[in-house]
């Protein structure tokens, strides 16, 4: 098994504990808004995050998924489409961010997104994940540290 595999598994058995309790009820009862209220306020160890708490609307998310599908694997995370590809920026995009960053090496990733929406080449309303950014400038070799200066 694979780790992505086991990290699917291990989600899937957490998503099936939590709504475990759930799955009895019935929706809208009183019980059932009781037990919700308690899942919500409890500190959770979330596998492959930080984070402790679960949102109402995401226990009802996979309590409806288990119940269409009425299995484990219904619960397990969706992989992305994407997943290891970059997200398309459109060529008008692409180029003034590489412009702007060559022209200033030293840029942050969000000063050269802010830098570049200043300019009139930039399409209106594009979204410019930093990540996404990143990883442009990172792959055309644009991330790196500039380098030390050699002592005299």
């Known amino acids: ?17 939590v709504i475990s309790s759930l799955l009895p009820k019935t929706a809208g009862t009183p ?4 037990e919700l209220r308690r899942l919500i306020e409890k500190s959770w160890e979330i596998p492959g995050t930080n984070r402790t ?5 995401t226990i009802r998310d996979w309590l409806r998924r288990y119940r269409t599908g009425e299995c ?9 489409q994407d997943s290891g590809k970059r997200r398309l920026l459109s060529v008008a995009a692409t180029e003034t961010l590489l ?10 990733v969000r000063q050269a997104i802010d830098r570049a929406r200043q ?9 410019l994940p ?7 400038f990172r792959d ?13």
């Open 99 to 108: 412009r702007v960053k060559r022209q200033q090496p030293k840029l942050s």
């Open 119 to 127: 300019t009139e080449r930039m399409p209106q309303g594009e979204r």
């Open 140 to 152: 055309e070799g644009l991330m790196k540290p500039p380098p030390f200066p050699t002592p005299v």
């Open 31 to 34: 019980e059932y808004r009781q």
């Open 130 to 136: 930093h990540t996404t950014v990143y990883r442009l």
């Open 72 to 80: 484990l694997d219904s619960l397990r995370p969706k992989l992305r």
């Open 53 to 57: 708490r679960v949102a109402p609307q």
């Open 1 to 17: 098994m694979t780790k992505t595999e086991q990290h699917s598994e291990k989600v899937a058995l957490f998503r099936f504990t």
